[in-house]
């Protein structure tokens, strides 16, 4: 028995890093997968080793920047399973880290466009298929990042777009809680295979402060994105967390500790 069996689950950006290691976690605990990334080759991979652990998968190229695609998507959703039970926000595209100085007013669009406002636009386009479940309800997932919360250097444009999905979270989390839907964040903290590819692209500065932050926790190590914090996740999504929403989790190993 899955933690999720039988449930459908919409995740954004899984062709590679986080999302990807999302939807190998969530087919392992028996949920049904409609999965997009605007890479679509690397994408079919991702469908291809889901469906290796058993589970029915709807793969869509999709650009989460635009919002008729996200249409397409949810309706090719609908379309093959009829409901959704689960939205994990996970697509995001970061612009170049650099100083708030050096950080244009382009970088700050693209990143608010597929994060916030996909976030946005997909809840309000799932939401005809999750409201008023019976039993633990929904679950939407979205992702935000201890970036926003302590305000890291080099990420202003990334951190002004996660700070807005976690204040949209909230709201969202008291105003559907009476249709049994429940609305949470959590800020990752894991080690991807996209911070390896693109960590050799940035200034050194930025590649020295990547290794020192994923390791600064008790316990000294850097986190694995499937071992992890995809468990973290999954919890979210499952019906154990059904007493739960309007908080964010830091699934870090401790990066961020507050009150």
């Keep these: 028995m899955g933690k999720l069996d039988e449930k459908v689950a919409v995740i954004t950006g899984c062709a590679s890093g986080l999302g990807k290691q999302h939807a190998l976690r969530f087919a392992t605990e028996g949920a049904k997968l409609a999965i ?27 650009d989460v920047g635009q919002y008729e695609e996200l249409v397409t998507f949810v309706e090719a959703t609908a379309d093959r399973f009829g409901t959704i039970d689960i ?16 950080s244009s007013a382009e970088d700050l669009s693209i990143e608010l466009h597929t994060s916030l406002y996909a976030s946005w636009h997909m809840m309000k386009l799932c939401f005809p298929y999750m409201r008023d479940k019976p ?4 679950s939407i997932i979205n992702t935000a990042s201890k970036g926003g919360v302590e305000g890291t250097r080099f990420h202003a444009a990334y951190a002004a777009a996660k700070e807005g999905i976690r204040g949209l979270s909230r709201v969202v989390a008291r105003e559907w809680g009476e249709f049994n839907i429940r609305v949470n964040t959590v800020s990752p903290g894991g080690w991807t295979d996209n911070v390896t590819s693109q960590l050799h692209e940035r200034s050194p500065e930025v590649q020295e402060w990547a290794r020192a932050a994923f390791k600064d926790n008790p316990f000294g190590r850097i986190g694995d994105p499937y071992e992890d914090v995809s468990p973290i996740v999954v919890f979210l999504a499952s019906d154990e967390s059904h007493w739960m929403t309007g908080q964010n989790v830091h699934a870090d190993g401790g990066v961020w500790i507050g009150a």
Excluded: S
């Design 36 to 62: 997009c990334d605007i890479q679509e080759a690397k994408l079919a991979e991702t469908k291809r080793l889901c469906e290796e652990r058993g589970a029915e998968v709807v793969a869509l190229g999709c």
């Design 87 to 102: 939205l994990l926000n996970n697509a995001h595209k970061i612009t170049e880290l650099r100083p708030f100085l050096d």
């Design 135 to 138: 039993g633990a309800g929904a």
